[in-house]
Antibody, heavy 120, light 108 residues
Framework: EVQLVESGGDLVKPGGSLRLSCTAS????????VNWVRQAPGKGLEWVSA????????DYGDSMKGRATVSRDNARNSLFLHMNSLRVEDTAIYYC?????????????WGQGTLVTVSS | SYVLTQPPSVSVAPGKTATITCEGD??????VHWYQQKPGQAPVLVIS???RRPSGIPERFSGSNSGNSATLAITRVEAGDEADYYC???????????FGGGTKLTVL
């Protein structure tokens, strides 16, 4: 069974930093692109970042570009998102999401999310 | 940046057909995926590659895509279909993934 379990969400002050983690199981982690997708309270889904299986290719959405760094450790089946210069508007549930293999593939498995709250 | 526009809400009586649109510039040239999100839960893929149903998704769910609009249709709507629905595309030129704003489906 494919599982994605996020952790690291916390209450942080504006301007602060936070590192989120996602542990995957039930599939060959290194073979898949994984993403971070976030959802602010009562709002829609927003793509944050993607990293390919080897980690060779990384991209970011406009909202966190320059303030987020995504990485992965395939030996530990883990995905990370380091966020800095956090703003109130970064408050959201952050989901770890597997992308199905292939071109323009869908997000086929989602974790349950971890809540990041940015507030003074 | 590429924008996907969905109606904020759609209401339908049980047993009827619900249609949710996703509009974008020449979206018919792109591949559209649809997700269902129930309150307090993570999203679930319900339609991929414009019209494919993943394993476990009822035949009542279907999708189409042409011109400037993609559509998710749910026939014989049930109370359990009440949820938020999101369309999503992958912008090949930038490798960015984009979501529509979401549509809240209410079953009357």
């Amino acid at each position: 069974e494919v599982q994605l379990v996020e952790s690291g969400g916390d209450l942080v002050k504006p301007g602060g930093s936070l590192r989120l983690s996602c542990t995957a199981s039930g599939f060959a982690f290194s073979n898949f692109t994984v993403n971070w997708v976030r959802q602010a309270p009562g709002k829609g889904l927003e793509w944050v970042s993607a990293i390919t299986g080897s980690g060779a290719y990384i991209d970011y959405g406009d909202s966190m570009k320059g303030r987020a760094t995504v990485s992965r450790d395939n030996a530990r089946n883990s995905l990370f998102l380091h966020m800095n210069s956090l703003r109130v508007e970064d408050t959201a549930i952050y989901y770890c999401v597997r992308e199905s293999r292939g071109t323009v593939a869908p997000f086929d498995y989602w974790g349950q999310g971890t809540l990041v709250t940015v507030s003074s | 940046s590429y924008v996907l526009t969905q109606p904020p809400s759609v209401s339908v009586a049980p047993g009827k057909t619900a249609t949710i649109t996703c509009e974008g510039d020449n979206i018919g040239s792109k591949t559209v995926h649809w997700y269902q999100q129930k309150p307090g839960q993570a999203p679930v893929l319900v339609i991929s590659y414009d019209s494919r149903r993943p394993s476990g998704i009822p035949e009542r769910f279907s999708g189409s895509n042409s011109g400037n609009s993609a559509t998710l249709a749910i026939t014989r709507v049930e109370a359990g279909d009440e949820a938020d629905y999101y369309c999503q595309v992958w912008i090949v030129t930038t490798d960015h993934r984009v979501f529509g704003g979401g549509t809240k489906l209410t079953v009357l």
